[in-house]
């Protein structure tokens, strides 16, 4: 009966994780997957949650089940920290998911059982984007974001196209950190597009998984918290994988922000109906770490210093980059401006392929690189074989 089924292709991202490891060259680098790495090419365990670890271990007092929402202390830390002002005495319906990408299907499946028709995806996205909301039964429809050989965000273009949604349809917008340009709006963009939203009766679904990468961790969160206060409702997908280093540990969140706390209660419900058909209940220790985390002043202090340095590392790793690539592509200045953990480059796929085949460079055909897999120490060597192309 198996044989009814196909066989798939890997997901292209997930696979360079193992065409990379299976690359035997000394000096290979890997440009793939998001994820940080630091100066000797590990991906640090934050300090704060090796100590919130240590204490969970100690005081732990049970393994019992969190019940489907997860833990409603958790949740309302990883509110404030996202939201700040913005969020605070907003009727919200929280729920604990597994990592970023559950709190999107979550998202995905409560607008499908809503009724809402299409779901707004800027050009280029998350390639799993499109794939959660199709696979939610949602109608993807794509607005222009960024415009790759001008290395632009296309505002107008992108206005003009949500212009044309209907009422009631979703809207998926990055915070900051986009994934896979890098670009981001302005404060003043991040107005005007809220103001459409809540003209049009759109709603707003947020994806802020790199809080803290970008400019900081206000300032990550500022497009978010403009937007909050100008639209009655929205969603708001949280990933805790790259700000607390949790990757596996699979951290996240999905809120609806509502206008009253009965809506806000009948959200909540739908939301661990769907969970329960689902996963039933959330993985609790990486939500454990992060409640623990921010709830301690003296460990909240040091994962804040942590996350400092590691933004402040991509950041002068962008500097090199933008110096040394722009010889070759001058629009790569903007390298620069751009945020987070990645940018997209003007690269065609044989280019990429060429990389990885002779110089042992592991990136996307999407020509997206992620700056944080970066060693200070390889920038020259690893500029010099993109100039080489
Ligand atoms: C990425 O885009 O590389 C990360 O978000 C990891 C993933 O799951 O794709």
């Not at 790495?37 to 365990?45: F, L, Q, V």
């Not at 050009?123 to 001008?150: C, M, Q, R």
């Not at 212009?163 to 809207?171: N, Q, S």
């Not at 709603?203 to 009655?232: K, M, S, W």
Request: proline share 5%; net charge negative; aromatic share 6%.
């Amino acid at each position: 009966m198996f044989d009814a089924l196909t066989r798939q292709p890997d997901d292209p991202l997930l696979a360079l994780i193992g065409l990379f490891r299976a690359d035997e060259r000394a000096g290979k680098v890997d440009l793939g997957v998001g994820v940080y790495r630091d100066e000797t090419g590990a991906t640090p365990i934050f300090r704060a949650v090796k100590e919130a670890e240590k204490r969970l271990v100690e005081t732990q007092p049970t393994k019992a089940y969190v019940g489907p929402e997860g833990d409603p202390l958790f949740l309302d830390r990883l509110w404030e920290l996202t939201t700040g002002d913005a969020g605070r005495g907003r009727a919200t319906a929280g729920l604990q998911t597994p990592g970023g990408s559950g709190a999107l299907r979550l998202a995905a499946d409560l607008l499908a059982r809503m009724g809402t028709k299409g779901i707004w995806l800027g050009l280029p996205s998350w390639p799993n984007h499109a794939s959660i909301f199709k696979s939610a039964g949602l109608e993807v429809v794509t607005y222009p974001f960024f415009d790759v050989p001008a290395q632009s965000v296309q505002f107008d273009r992108m206005m003009e196209a949500l212009g044309g949604a209907a009422p009631g349809d979703a809207v998926l917008l990055h915070a900051s950190c986009h994934n896979p340009t890098g670009a981001n709006l302005t404060d003043d963009q991040w107005r005007a597009v809220s103001a459409l939203i809540a003209e049009k009766g759109l709603l707003p679904l947020v994806d802020i998984a790199y809080q803290g990468y970008g400019r900081g961790l206000d300032e990550d969160a500022a497009g978010l918290r403009t937007l909050l206060t100008a639209v009655p409702e929205a969603l708001v997908a949280v990933s805790c994988s790259k700000s607390f280093g949790l990757y596996r540990e699979r951290t996240g969140a999905i809120y609806a922000a509502c206008s009253n706390a009965e809506t806000a209660l009948s959200v909540r419900t739908n939301l661990a109906a769907l969970a329960r058909t689902s996963y039933s209940m959330p993985p609790d220790h990486g939500a454990a770490i992060v409640s623990m985390i921010l709830g301690d002043a003296a460990l909240k202090a040091d994962w804040m210093a942590e996350i400092e340095a590691m933004r402040l590392r991509v950041t002068a790793i962008r500097e090199r980059l933008a110096a040394g690539l722009s010889g070759r592509w001058q629009v790569l200045t903007s390298i620069r401006e751009q945020e987070g953990m990645f940018s997209l480059l003007p690269l065609e796929e044989a280019q990429v392929l060429k990389l990885r085949a002779e110089h042992a460079i592991y990136m996307p055909t999407s020509g997206r690189i992620n700056i944080a897999g970066l060693k200070t120490a390889e920038v020259d060597d690893v500029i010099a074989k993109f100039l080489s192309l």
